[in-house]
């Protein structure tokens, strides 16, 4: 069974955009995106898209903005 986020497939930062991070990557990784939805529904990238149906490319998992913050910064609105 896979307990990964349903997610990382298209996901940059499981997918390497921080490639000269390699700790700080594994570390997200570990925290978020694997180990299942305990550990992916803490993120904010998946809450965001959750929510809005994307994620803004350059928001980290640990992001301390709240889910009204993003939305103002990134222009998002929740779909109909």
């Known amino acids: 069974m896979n307990n990964n986020c349903p ?17 700080t990557t594994k570390s997200y990784q570990t925290q978020y995106c694997e180990g299942g939805v305990e550990k992916y529904s803490l993120c904010k990238r998946y809450a965001t898209k ?15 903005l709240t ?9 998002l609105t929740q779909p109909i």
């Open 7 to 23: 997610n990382v497939e298209k996901c940059p930062i499981f997918n390497g955009v921080l490639k000269y991070r390699k700790m």
């Open 50 to 64: 959750a929510a809005y149906g994307v994620c803004p490319p350059d928001l980290l998992p640990n992001s301390a």
């Open 67 to 75: 889910m009204v913050q993003i939305a103002e910064k990134y222009g």
